[in-house]
């Protein structure tokens, strides 16, 4: 028995240490993260944030602006998909800036994001989108966080390899990931005549300096394949722009197998200074399309959209100087390039290596034709001309990678769940840290421009199984912040995104929080609809057509009570926020409206459209909780048969004269 | 047994404990706000392009010192600068003037803070009332829970028979009627 007893106690003794030790340690395989990592994500209750994180929303159309590093989610702003929280597609006036060639579209994908620059730098002016379904790029105004501008692209199918930026915000690319025929001939064709009749197409769009208003200059006729990613060069390749693209065995079935074939697709370095020389001199052709452009009026608050017709396209096969192609191991992805403008990055998601490719290399190569033949008459640059060097077994499954101006790329790792610091000069690996599960991008402050800020690494990750409480079969996508101010990258907080985050962007808040507007001034609404005052409230009926001029101010509408309206009207109710006040919106809601409801911003005018369906009394009250009497801010609205005499009478605080709704018979 | 399932427990509980204070340790590290000290909400906001609320009016008036440092001492400056809406009645320095000697002065020791409260809060009531929203007789249910009765004669607006309105200013957040006259409820009387 004692020595069981003996062999017991050093069991324990074991066993204590093992789980003191087990139980204390910092890190273990699931969690990863160490003492003070709370400390640093910590924002106390009324402070600010230090950065802003505009994340791509995906598949929810939208984008999302997270604080930094708190994780904590500031606005959810509406662009490509409706949004009946803000009105945002159903009032009329937001309507127009869903317009497409199509017609009205709800929905879109919104994957990746860029921010205004000026010389290289994040200038705070506006964020640009690309929606990757319905090809088109928004932007939207940092001053208001509002989607300004919607501008649709012929010959287009997929846009993914946008809405990158040059490094004056000269141009937005956008590149076809679907090469599909032009749109000026006929598209009815066999599929499996690809190699054929499909084309790839590249759009640069620009964008005025002092407005931002986006304009497509031209566009690039290539090769039919899938275009995937894009960046700008910088500085010394500041001329210049790397796409990244797939399937050069332009297949059009079983992409999965059939465009994994060749050892190596491409990287296709743009010289877009060449392209607007060949514009400039007329070498475009003027091509016939179809395309919306919708703007959004601060003033009218209104969207205005307009159909365009013609589009200058530049043939890259005949202009033989615009583009090249750099071979890149296995469907390249992520492309690319490093703050001093030097290294090209690109990451073949099946390739068991990143290729760093030397800008000034490149430029050597092209110069002594360096070629090791061409892809439908575009030359293709022999791999190791063009290479700097590899970095040899980073992980697996490379996908995008961001710089801190350190002299580090940082590389998502897909397959294996990683991301990877390396050093671009000697292309070792510095440091690896798992990720909770399989990201996809990343971003740090200014990660692609000339000068990062190089704090916070986010990951945005595609799978979450066990890292939140279960909400059945999906859970939210999760984004990781690390510390990236040591050597080893430090993970500190978890925070779930909207929708499916793709790309995404950060800059310290100072850049954009001054500028911020407060409301919009009431004595510049030019809306055709506006009430400046409740003096200016009314009801107009023009045949079956009835304007509702209201107003709303803490804590009622005006009129409120509203009589006359008639079975087969279409009633338009044109609400004026009159408040002037920082964050005192006014929601407006009407019982059976077949949209959504309106969310004016104070000095903002907006109209629902409302059509009833049944004769009867129906209320409307504000939605947005605004003062003491929110709950009191409410009125009536009755309607009367078509074929009644009840007169047209409004009022607010006095009751309404007598109103017989006696049916007149012929 | 019972002693190896004691030692097994304090086992346990010594891994815990050993445990806990690496946590307390890393506790410590954490700045964490000292929320005592946060005084004040929104009148602390730093907007100077919105239209004025009430405190903001009254601050920026020169006849309503007694007034906003009444408010201040009787802690209704954040109350004030709130979403609301109100109608205030803000008597003048002239006003509180008025009362008999030495009343301001005792109201503001912090004794009679409860006092001062319910005066002020007297003078203040939810909602924005227009000057075509006054009629004779109506009776208007003030913060502080009592009433104040209306008086509307010649298009002239009087309080409790006795303050009279000499004129009105919009805010943001309500409506400010000046008046000649400190509204006294009745439990004051």
Sequence with gaps: MKNFKSKLMVAIGICALAFGFQSCKPKNAGNAVSGDAAAKAYVAPGKYDGFYNFVSGGFSGQMSVYGLPSGRLLRVIPVFSVDPEKGYGFSEETKPMLNTSHGFVPWDDLHHEDLSQTNGVIDGRWIFANANNTPRVARVDLKTFHTAEIIELPNSAGNHSSPFITENTEYVVAGTRFSVPPDNVNGDVPINSYKKNFKGTISFISVDKTTGAMSIAFQLRCPGVNFDLSHSGKLKSGGWFFFSCYNTEQANTLLEVNASQRDKDFIMAVNWKKAEEYVKAGKGEKQTVKYVHNVFNEKTHSATSETKTEVIVLDTKTLKDICYFIPCPKSPHGCDVDPTGEYIVGSGKLAALIPVFSFTKLMTAISNKDYIGDYEGIPVVKYESALYGEVKKPGLGPLHTEFDGKGNGYTTMFVSSEVVKWNIKDLKVVDRQPTFYSPGHLCIPGGDTRSPDPKYMIVYNKITKDRYLPTGPELAQSAQIFDITGEKMQLILDFPTIGEPHYAQAVASDVIRNSSVKFYKLEENTNPFVSKGESETKVVRKGNRVDIYLTAIRSHFSPDNIEGIKMGDEVYWHVTNLEQDWDVPHGFAIKGALTGELLIMPGETQTLKWSPEKPGMYPFYCTDFCSALHQEMSGYVRVSPKESKTALLFSTGKNLAPNDSTIVKN | ?189
């Design chain 2, 1 to 189: 047994m019972k002693y190896i399932t004691n030692l097994l427990y304090t086992t346990f509980f010594l891994a815990l404990f050993s445990c806990n204070q690496s946590a307390g340790s890393d506790s410590a590290r954490v700045e964490s706000p000292d929320t005592t000290k946060l005084a004040g909400g929104q009148e602390n906001v730093q907007d100077n392009d919105s239209e004025k609320d009430v405190v903001k009016i009254a601050v920026s008036s020169k006849d309503h010192t007694t007034l906003v440092t009444a408010l201040q001492k009787a802690d209704l400056v954040t109350a004030l600068s709130n979403a609301g809406p109100f109608t205030v009645f803000a008597p003048t320095n002239e006003a509180f003037a008025k009362l008999p000697a030495g009343t301001i002065d005792e109201l503001m020791k912090d004794a009679k803070k409860e006092d001062l409260r319910n005066i002020l809060q007297y003078h203040v009531t939810l909602g924005v009332l227009k000057p075509e929203s006054f009629s004779d007789g109506q009776k208007l249910g003030m913060v502080n829970g009592d009433n104040v009765t209306v008086q509307v004669k010649e298009g002239k607006i009087t309080l409790n028979n006795s303050v009279h309105v000499i004129t009105s200013i919009p805010a943001s957040n309500g409506i400010i009627y000046i008046v000649d006259g400190v509204l006294l409820p009745p439990a004051a009387k």
